[in-house]
T-cell receptor, first 116, second 115 residues
């Protein structure tokens, strides 16, 4: 069965600190996709990144970076030099092919507070 | 603005009632996804439609149903409502059938309160 664990319920940092959000997943499929989404206080969901199971290259986008390690079934997300606007709930998600299509499950989310 | 619209924004109803939530995808997107976000269950994928056909099913209750119309808008019908159905319901859209290459764009959500 598939599962996504975000062990950190809440993280609080001071602006300009680096912060890493952990995500550990379980799946029996060899083909799957991992995602990070951001949900700011306003409530909308914003897609941040998708990574497929065959691509273990780490990715950097501005202050955001992602570390995908199949050996440890982890897909961690690092924000460098955090800013107040990064305050949000961040969700890690896993999609694996089910009958007729991909189904997505989400972790419980990590609430990040960035204090000025 | 993601380009995905959802109506209504808020809905308050009573237990046992039936409601319909509506979603209009981004122009050109053929897939529509429905998600439920509640305090108890967190974020859950409910169902996906692609070009009018059901494509994938998640944790959708039998009391819930969805459809996608020829103009690609989608409706999520929730019946025999219970207190536990109170949640934020998100719709998302993407161009194709799978999440393998697509970005999903989310609507602002419909907040359903069942009293």
């Amino acid at each position: 069965a598939q599962k996504v664990t975000q062990a950190q319920t809440e993280i609080s940092v001071v602006e300009k600190e680096d912060v890493t959000l952990d995500c550990v997943y379980e799946t029996r499929d060899t083909t799957y996709y991992l995602f990070w989404y951001k949900q700011p206080p306003s409530g909308e969901l914003v897609f941040l990144i998708r990574r497929n199971s065959f691509d273990e290259q780490n990715e950097i986008s501005g202050r955001y970076s992602w570390n995908f390690q199949k050996s440890t079934s982890s897909f961690n997300f690092t924000i460098t030099a955090s800013q107040v606007v990064d305050s949000a709930v961040y969700f890690c998600a896993l999609s694996e092919a089910g009958t007729g299509g991909f189904k997505t499950i989400f972790g419980a989310g990590t609430r990040l507070f960035v204090k000025a | 603005d993601s380009g995905v619209t959802q109506t209504p924004k808020h809905l308050i109803t009573a237990t046992g009632q039936r409601v319909t939530l509506r979603c209009s995808p981004r122009s050109g997107d053929l897939s529509v996804y429905w998600y439920q976000q509640s305090l108890d269950q967190g974020l859950q994928f409910l169902i996906q439609y692609y070009n009018g056909e059901e494509r994938a099913k998640g944790n959708i209750l039998e009391r819930f149903s969805a459809q996608q119309f020829p103009d690609l808008h989608s409706e999520l019908n929730l019946s025999s409502l219970e207190l536990g159905d109170s949640a934020l319901y998100f719709c998302a859209s993407s161009p194709s059938a799978t999440t393998s290459t697509d970005t999903q764009y989310f609507g602002p959500g419909t907040r359903l309160t069942v009293l």
